[in-house]
């Protein structure tokens, strides 16, 4: 399962960066997205994977026993989900308005603010 | 309630920005808000500083939660000072932009916006856990693209799509370094790893893992081959937000370098080799780029970028005497670059261009603030004994004793060539006779200005250059703070102990 | 969007959709659930709303504007991470629980506050977002 994770995190931060260096504005954005999903389930993955054990003091125990799901990285995770969450909705607003204001979504001729004038 | 004073740095501009989301609609009553939050900021910074300057350094755990299970906040030196002057620029800011804002981008949440920055800015100072500064940051950025954006000119929303795309790779790239030391160490406070992590034997991977925190503390700096999102971006908001990212943004990128560097990866041979190449680069390409360009605003964009070179060169020589040398750069550079990008809003107002070629006249226009700006632009340049001078005879005489002559020959270079881009300034814009400017009709100059707006425009000005003079004439005070923090980021148990309530034997 | 069944639907899932979203956030100390999922429900439920009746509707519903739960929620959250540090002297965030039993609510403490101000602030956030989105369309 680790194997397939692991993979699978390294095809979506390809596909992602593949995007990203695409020139549509709108792949940029999907870019982003599917790299930010890429880091959450490394996340998930560095945390080790344990089956069926959920991290739960149960009512007659007083503290955690055994072989147990680390907890942190859900935390974390959706706390990254969180923030991608105002970011992603922030980039969505900014290529339509940067759509409709430059008439273009490509990024190549995006160049008037490196101009020397 | 005083004990828990290393959290209100970030409260009070958290509780700020909450009064002025509910004045949304009155711009009036907002900056009254501001600029008293502001100033309250100053006081709590100035609290906290004096209490770690005579205590030590303060440490809280958030919830309660013992020290490598919840986050722990940390105010030492470092942060402190950073809070302190994170403050007063704010505080000047605050008040320019009173009139340097105009009440439909107020309406907007530019202040709000503002406060929600300064909070990112002293949580991201005073955080001890890796995994919350990740989130401080996504506090600044998600703040800084509102505000590069707010207004939605044409040239801003494509400076935000430049500036939006590399910060968030950036971040992601962060995040994928903390998932990783997570994975390695199963921790994440700062405190413990600085233990953890030196006894793992996979030195490779811990190598891997710091250039990766490098590259997306790179991106946010500013640093060679990733800076080309700021010249980009910086110029196209309003004075006021170009003057706070300039003087504090960049800055938090070299504050994690800084903290991360030398608390949880302390620098090998390798990577100081790398860092030394890449702030030599970062200097070479940052000044040529200012040489080049033709506006005042864009020149000042690549000169952030040079100076940038200095503080990461200061911390790749990795000695007391070189982070001592980089850390009072900072200081410097946190206020001029802030009053420089003011007084480049200053300089629009008087010509209505930030364009080199059609300023001129300054000189005999307004001899008293040609006056003023002179010492923000020749103290950058590090005439002594302006402030810029005093950083520079720390960085230069760290690297020839380090033996890294060509350290010490990029210093110089990058130097010399801020000198020719301030004198080519000060020729062009102050000292030429005035070239016959068209005057645009629909646009208000700085002399159809009332006094009350005229001060609002000059006064936070006169107040960061007394800063910069207090620097200038009174530099031991910040060689003293810089020499302590150089003692407490290269000897980390100072800052470990703190984190877990040992106490320590004093010392002082 | 015009649709019967949409819209007649919409008007009954409206109430029972919050109140979902009030259960979620209050079972969420232990078992699934909690602020910002529950404030997400609740901002689906205008959004859903929003479409079969039109933004006009769903704004006359909402009665404020949702940019106005934003403060609200963050004074809310503010104020129950303070209120170790004015009561107890604990810092910040320190959970502070009210050790009787409540009817219905069960055990009540500083948390639950906490993501009543998180739930405000999300349902004011997605809502203000959507709103704005499908206003500039």
Known sequence: MEILLAIMTGILYAAGIYLILRRSLVKLIIGIVILGNGVNLLIFLMGGLVKGNPPLILSEGKALEGLYADPVPQALILTAIVISFGLQSFAIVLIKRAYKVLKTDDIDTMNKTDDIT | ?508 | MKSLILHTISITLLPLLILFSVFVLLRGHYLPGGGFIGGLIAAIAFILHAFANGLKETRKVLRIHPGFLIPVGLSIAVLSALAPILMTGDPLMTGLWYDKDIAILGKIGSALFFDTGVYLVVVGVCLTIIFTISESV
């Not at chain 2, 994440?188 to 991977?205: F, V, Y």
């Open chain 2, 1 to 508: 309630m005083s004990e828990h004073l290393t959290i209100y740095p970030i409260l009070v501009h958290l509780i700020t920005a909450i009064l002025l989301l509910f004045f949304w609609m009155n711009p009036k009553i907002q900056r009254y808000i501001s600029i008293v939050g502001s100033a309250a900021g100053i006081v709590i910074g100035g609290l906290l500083f004096s209490r770690v300057w005579e205590n030590g350094i303060q440490s809280i755990q958030l919830g309660n939660w013992e020290a490598p299970f919840g986050i722990s906040m940390v105010a030492d030196t470092l942060a402190v000072s950073l809070i302190l002057l994170t403050n007063i620029v704010a505080f000047a800011l605050s008040i320019y932009s009173t009139e340097n804002m105009v009440s439909s981008r107020v309406k907007f949440g530019y202040y709000a916006i503002f406060h929600f920055l300064i909070m990112g800015l002293s949580g991201a100072f005073l955080t001890g856990d890796l995994f919350n500064l990740y989130v401080w940051f996504e506090v600044i950025i998600i703040s800084s693209f509102v505000l590069l954006t707010i207004g939605g000119r044409k040239i801003q929303i494509e400076g935000a799509v430049k500036y939006f795309t590399l910060n968030m790779i950036s971040s992601i790239i962060f995040l994928t370094g903390i998932a990783m030391v997570y994975g390695a160490t199963g921790s994440l406070n700062m405190a413990e790893l600085s233990r953890i992590i030196p006894e793992i034997e996979n030195k490779g991977l811990m190598q891997t893992i710091s250039l990766i925190f490098f590259i997306g503390f790179g991106v946010k700096s500013g640093v060679f081959p990733l800076y080309f999102w700021l010249p980009a971006s910086y110029h196209t908001p309003p004075a006021a937000v170009s003057a706070l990212f300039a003087g504090l943004l960049t800055k938090v990128g070299i504050y994690a370098m800084l903290r991360v560097f030398t608390l949880i990866f302390p620098l090998g041979e390798t990577n100081q080799i790398i860092l030394m190449i890449i702030a030599g680069l970062t200097m070479f390409f940052g000044g040529i780029g200012a040489l080049v360009q033709k506006d005042m605003m864009r020149v000042f964009s690549y000169l952030i970028i040079c100076h940038i070179g200095f503080m990461v060169g200061g911390l790749s020589l990795f000695t007391e005497v070189a982070i001592v040398g980089a850390i009072m750069y900072m200081f410097h550079d946190i206020i001029v670059k802030a009053t420089l990008f003011m007084l480049g809003g200053v300089m629009f107002r008087i010509f209505g261009s930030t364009r080199l070629y059609n300023m001129g006249g300054m000189m005999d226009d307004y001899p008293k603030l040609s006056f003023l700006f002179a010492i923000p632009l020749f103290a950058l340049v590090g005439i002594p004994p302006l402030s810029g001078f005093w950083p520079k005879i720390s960085l230069f005489s760290a690297s020839y004793t380090a033996g890294e002559i060509a350290m010490l020959v990029m210093f110089i270079f990058a130097s010399l060539i801020t000198l020719v881009i301030i004198a080519k300034i000060w020729n062009k814009s102050f000292s030429t006779s005035d070239p016959k400017r068209e005057r645009k009709l629909s646009f208000k100059y700085f002399n159809d200005f009332s006094f009350a707006e005229k001060a609002a425009y000059v006064a936070p000005i006169i107040l960061l250059v007394g800063v910069t003079l207090y620097y200038s004439f009174f530099a031991e005070h910040f060689q003293m703070v810089a020499e302590r923090i150089g003692e407490e980021l290269m000897n980390t148990e100072h800052y470990y102990n703190a984190v877990y309530g040992i106490k320590e034997v004093s010392e002082l």
